[in-house]
């Protein structure tokens, strides 16, 4: 049972039939990394990891001291321009974390204002004001990096930078029950689904992050295996390797107001395979990636590698950027074939058809009673 999917484009008639047209829609979802600092150290985490920097050849591009981020005048200018081009959600992500940022209620005031769709991936261990715990229940979503559930785990794998991480693991707590407080006071939809990361770190707490999700009243908790951003030679054995505890956790703690998801396809997707190098990105003509210092990447899986960036939208309106030739050719040049790991053939070798006049948007079209606009 997975919580994701990837060929959530083709819910939306209205996109694939400009395509068709031979229009250039506006990317319906569009993830925004305010600011690369972060409260935590994670162990799995790409930036910490001396191995997976070092496969990069130098072509890592951030700064977790925070150096680079979002003004906030023209990340607010960013919103208004994206709901005027016709984005229907934004989810603020991050190198980072994205409620590190000064003010980020604000951001999220200004897109819930513009009617967007919200999405928000943070590890909540933060203090956060009641201005933003208010905005943060009014979300579509919030993704809890959780990562483990006893003390001496959460502290082990997650690393707070802080002398006191005691405090950080009751303050979390307590975010959570804010949040969830508030989500009941403004009967908001809103779904808080918490992550782990299964690594050699947390293996043996894969009962403590279940048992502590459900009980601090969440809807769901999503386990997956750690795994890097390049392909690689074989598939991570982390959910093989405890898919007798993932198995007991799902079946003991799933009941109808709580789900135990275990994610198990990126296992076979971050394998190099020869699959059809005709296949290019057209996702990134739907759904893209703005990173802290303006650099436009076609998803997030290409984000550690600034060879992948697209252009910059720092210093230029975003339908500029957006209309302009270059971008509109560029997704061509990405073939699933030479890209980083990617979870998105299936929805491009669909979309193929459509970008080539194969294919109508009606026999693609995956009606839905809502579409979901975070493709």
């Known amino acids: 049972m997975s919580l994701y999917?990837?060929?959530?484009?083709l819910q939306h008639l209205d996109v694939l039939e400009a395509v068709a047209a031979g229009a250039t829609p506006a990317p319906t979802h569009v993830r925004i990394e305010p600011t690369e600092a972060c409260n935590f150290r994670c162990r799995f985490c790409w930036t910490q990891d001396p191995e997976r920097l070092e496969a990069l050849r130098g072509f890592a591009d951030f700064d977790s001291t925070g150096?680079?981020?979002?003004?906030?005048?023209?990340l607010l200018a960013l919103i208004d321009e994206l709901a005027d081009a016709g984005t229907k959600a934004v989810s603020f992500v991050a190198v980072g974390d994205p409620l590190v940022?000064?003010?980020i209620e604000r951001v999220i005031a200004r897109a819930r204002e513009r009617q967007l769709a919200i999405?928000?991936?943070?590890?909540?261990?933060?203090?956060?004001s009641p201005a933003l715990v208010q905005e943060l229940a009014a979300c579509n979503w919030v993704r809890w990096s959780m990562n483990a559930?006893?003390?001496?785990?959460?502290?082990?794998v997650n690393q707070p930078r802080t002398h006191d991480q005691h405090a950080v693991y009751r303050r979390v707590q307590d975010n959570v029950t804010a949040i969830l407080e508030a989500r009941r006071r403004l009967g908001s939809a809103m779904k808080l689904n918490a992550s782990v990361v299964v690594s050699e770190w947390n293996e043996a707490d894969i009962e403590g992050a279940a048992e502590f999700a459900s009980r601090l009243g969440i809807d769901s908790v999503s386990f997956r295996p750690d795994m890097g951003h390049q392909r690689q030679d074989k598939p991570s054995q982390a959910?093989?390797?405890?898919?007798?505890?993932?198995?007991?956790?799902?079946?003991?703690?799933?009941?109808?107001?709580f789900a135990v998801h275990v994610e198990t396809e990126r296992q076979e997707e971050v394998v190099f395979?020869?699959?059809d190098r005709d296949v290019v990105c057209h996702y990134s003509n739907h759904s893209i990636y703005i990173a802290a210092n303006g650099d436009?990447?076609?998803?997030?899986?290409?984000?550690?590698?600034?060879?992948y960036v697209i252009g910059n939208i720092a210093g230029q309106a975003f339908a500029e950027f957006w209309h302009s030739p270059a971008r509109q050719a560029h997704f061509r040049t990405l073939s699933i074939a030479s890209c980083p790991s990617c979870p998105y053939y299936d929805i491009n070798a669909q979309l193929r058809g459509l970008y080539e006049g194969q294919a109508s948007p009606q026999e693609l079209h995956v009606p839905g009673i809502s579409p979901d606009p975070f493709v």
């Open 101 to 103: 940022y000064p003010q």
């Open 67 to 74: 150096a680079r981020r979002f003004e906030l005048p023209r």
């Open 119 to 128: 999405g928000v991936t943070s590890n909540l261990a933060m203090k956060l």
């Open 296 to 307: 436009v990447y076609p998803c997030c899986y290409t984000r550690s590698d600034k060879r």
């Open 5 to 9: 999917d990837s060929n959530k484009v």
């Open 149 to 156: 559930g006893s003390e001496a785990a959460y502290i082990a």
């Open 239 to 257: 959910n093989d390797r405890n898919a007798a505890a993932l198995a007991a956790v799902q079946a003991r703690f799933t009941t109808p107001g």
């Open 273 to 275: 395979i020869e699959k």
